[in-house]
């Protein structure tokens, strides 16, 4: 009771001291403003003992502040009056104060389409103004702007902000190992770009005439400029394209004999590809896929996992790339074209990891197919084989209520990796929605002009993630990639390695998933592992063979390969105990003898 007691005499005491020195400290500012402004007649004698008002201005301002900081120790910085501005005049141009918002508020008032990075959920965005005409009227929140940078709402935040550029920034020191700074400088040509140094050894010629290699890191060395993508791998992810002649062989030769080519003969291809796509076009909507022999049964557990739920499939098309791909779509009943001009040539393996000549090989089918059915003026869902649908996914991106969805381009699905080559969309090239308008149409033909470096690094995701940026930049290309913690909708790899609480409900039915996808796979075997084991494969044992085998070599009829081999219910098989799965796998090893099986909580 004394104790408490003594806590009101001490709050009361405080508020008595501020009642009593705030009127004298604010008549003492009216005064000093007075005389600065010529307004005090004949008190302008009494301050001959100045140098200048202004200097007694900012005395009497700090003298404020140390008063103010007394009485209001124990609360909120943001509240308590300083006398410094954050920024000096020679910034004035480009920035004059500063404010901090929650990121997810930001984000959730203006979707920039870019994911959240897991560790910067509850982290917060800087905002710097460039006039104070551009700092909100709140005149509280416009002083936290000018003295200390304190945090608002991201409305109140933005109320007077014309336009708006964004950076986004590593928050997860992804780049590990080293300090990271970044300079913001004014310019009078603006840069939309951001340029990169790090203290990496000098270039040799050695590294110059390697392959997906760069200098390593030593931070006894100068900054000095390199690829933005760059880690402390000791790896060039995007390694410029050669030719050690073009006149005859290297990656820009041949790029160009695959690109003359489909010049030459794409008013051919899309006069057969029409009569094709406008039987089975559905809302001005076609889903295109791309398969080879090699993978051609992951296909085929696509066709008979949405026969099982009686999903309406009926508007792929899928583009093979040899006779027996053919044969295996003609079997499954979707309607196919073989592009043998531009793809005849594509291997018929499988390819044994990912990255591969074989996987870069097929990457090029991916980015030809969107691009064509585009040019017919359709809308393309293009998903990989390795997908299993759970409801329709077409119904998100056709709701028309959904202002949302509406307004971007090109929606993704969100890979999860977090790989400096994949910033900052971080999408999945295996599942994305493109709307058919000249941004997207030219955003596939500039991916088919960069066709090289999809072929040399391995990667037609990172490629095209560039591509995204660089078009949203450029022509206002909107994209949208669905955060993986956010959103349900579209789980794949990172769900299947990272959310355990989240594939438990998965297989159980209980989450709001619209499909699955099998990433995150060193390869085809991997990925059969994973929807084998999760209660997703419908594919009859029979039929992991050559078509004709499967038929007894009779004639293949549209529908006959589906009937023969798919199960209508899920055909189980475990193979480890701490992987996501359908059942519990206890009498299975562990991939990993440190983990936990998956069903043990």
């Keep these: 009771m004394a104790r408490s007691m003594h806590r009101r005499r001490s709050n009361f005491d405080k508020t008595l001291l501020l009642l009593l020195f705030l009127p004298p400290i604010f008549f003492y500012i009216g005064y000093l403003n007075s005389t600065a402004s010529g307004n005090v007649g004949n008190h302008l004698p009494l301050m001959e003992g100045c140098a200048q008002n202004n200097d007694s201005k900012q005395k009497s301002e700090r003298r404020v502040a140390e008063l103010m900081h007394k009485m209001g120790e124990g609360k909120d910085s943001s509240t308590i009056i300083s006398s410094h501005k954050i920024f000096p005049p020679s910034t004035s ?34 905002l710097i103004y460039n006039t104070p005409k551009s700092i909100p009227d709140d005149m509280s929140v416009r002083h936290d702007a000018l003295y200390n940078g304190a945090k608002t ?36 040509l603006e840069s939309y770009h951001l340029n990169r140094y790090e203290r990496l050894l000098p270039m040799t010629q050695e ?54 080519t489909f010049v030459d003969n794409v008013d051919a291809i899309l006069d057969e590809l029409k009569v094709i796509v406008d039987p089975i076009v559905k809302d001005n909507t076609v889903i295109v896929m791309t398969v080879n022999k090699g993978q051609s049964v992951l296909l085929s557990n696509f066709v008979c996992a949405a026969r099982s739920r009686s999903l309406d499939i009926s508007n792929v098309l899928v583009f093979p790339t040899d006779v027996e791909a053919q044969k295996v779509v003609k079997g499954l009943g979707l ?62 991106f056709h709701d028309k209520s959904n202002t949302e969805i509406q307004k971007f381009d090109i929606l993704c699905q969100d890979d999860g990796s977090v790989q400096a080559r994949f910033a900052p969309l971080a999408a999945n090239s295996g599942f994305y929605y493109v709307r058919a308008n000249k941004k ?5 033909t500039s991916l088919l002009y960069h066709a090289e470096l999809v072929s040399l690094s391995g990667s037609h995701q990172q490629v095209m993630i560039q591509l995204l940026q660089e078009h949203s930049s450029l022509f ?5 990639v669905f955060d993986k913690v956010e959103t349900e909708y579209f789980p794949c790899g990172w769900q299947y390695f990272r959310r355990k609480d989240f594939m438990k409900s998965l297989v159980k039915g209980e989450s709001n998933a619209y499909i699955y996808h099998a990433s995150w796979a ?31 070599g009779e004639a293949v009829d549209s529908g006959a390969l589906a009937s023969e081999c798919c199960s209508a219910e899920p055909l189980i098989t475990c193979y480890y105990s701490d992987w996501p799965s359908k059942i519990p796998c206890t009498d299975s090893p562990r991939n990993d003898p440190d983990q936990n099986d998956f069903w043990a909580d």
């Design 476 to 480: 206002g290309l909107t994209v949208k």
């Design 440 to 444: 997207t149409q030219y955003l596939f």
């Design 207 to 260: 590294f110059e005439e390697s392959e997906n290699k760069s200098p390593a890191f030593d931070d006894s060395t100068k900054l000095r400029h390199i690829p933005r993508a760059n880690t402390h791998e000791e790896r060039e992810d995007f390694p410029v394209p050669l030719s050690d002649s073009y006149k005859e062989y290297g990656d820009v030769r041949d790029h160009w004999k695959k690109l003359l």
């Design 522 to 552: 060193v390869n085809k075997d991997d990925k059969l592992v994973y929807l084998k084991q999760l209660g997703e494969w419908y594919v009859r044992d029979q039929c992991h063979k050559p078509v004709d085998e499967i038929m007894g």
């Design 335 to 396: 309607a196919t074209y073989f592009d043998k001009i531009n793809l005849g040539d594509s291997p018929e393996e499988e390819a044994a990891m990912y990255g591969d000549d074989v996987f870069a090989s097929m990457m090029f089918a991916k980015l030809l197919t969107v691009l064509c059915v585009s040019l017919l003026g359709h809308d393309v869902l293009f998903q990989d084989v390795d997908i299993v649908w759970f409801k329709n996914p077409l119904t998100i």
């Design 93 to 126: 141009d480009y920035a004059t104060a500063m404010l901090h918002v929650s990121k997810q508020d930001l984000m959730q008032m203006h979707d920039f389409g870019v994911p959240f990075a897991p560790n910067a959920r509850g982290s917060d965005a800087i």
């Design 153 to 188: 709402s991201a409305s109140t935040a933005l109320s007077n902000c014309d336009s708006l550029n964004v950076i986004f920034t590593d928050t997860g020191h992804q780049r590990h190992g080293y300090n990271q700074c970044l300079v913001i400088a004014g310019n009078k």
